[in-house]
Nanobody, 121 residues
Framework: QVQLVESGGGLVQSGGSLRLSCAASGSIFSINTMSWYRQAPGKQRESVAVISNGGTTNYADSVKGRFTISRDNAKNTVYLQMNSLKPEDTAVYYC???????????????WGQGTQVTVSS
């Protein structure tokens, strides 16, 4: 069994910062791409940031220059540092990862349970 557990969400004023963490646990051989998504009320889930196992990153235009994704492969953990937060960043943030459970298995996609981020104006 594999689990992704997010933490670090909360309420912050506009212009503030938060750091999200997502730890993968269970039977894990390797983790490929790790990502952060978000879903605001009444909107579709959207990709926020992606990081490969080699550290290559990609960001949604709406967060470029404000958010930074990073990972600690030894801890099977991905982070999202969010600075200069805006009310439109308010959403439930989800962690996503492509994980291989054994050396001979295919990678499967896993989701965390989500963590709420609320930015007040």
């Amino acid at each position: 069994q594999v689990q992704l557990v997010e933490s670090g969400g909360g309420l912050v004023q506009s212009g503030g910062s938060l750091r999200l963490s997502c730890a993968a646990s269970g039977s894990i051989f390797s983790i490929n791409t790790m990502s952060w998504y978000r879903q605001a009320p009444g909107k579709q889930r959207e990709s926020v940031a992606v990081i490969s196992n080699g550290g290559t990153t990609n960001y949604a235009d709406s967060v470029k220059g404000r958010f930074t994704i990073s990972r600690d492969n030894a801890k099977n953990t991905v982070y999202l540092q969010m600075n200069s937060l805006k009310p439109e960043d308010t959403a439930v943030y989800y962690c996503n990862a492509d994980i291989r459970r054994t050396s001979w298995a295919n990678a499967y996609n896993y989701w965390g349970q989500g963590t709420q981020v609320t930015v007040s104006s």
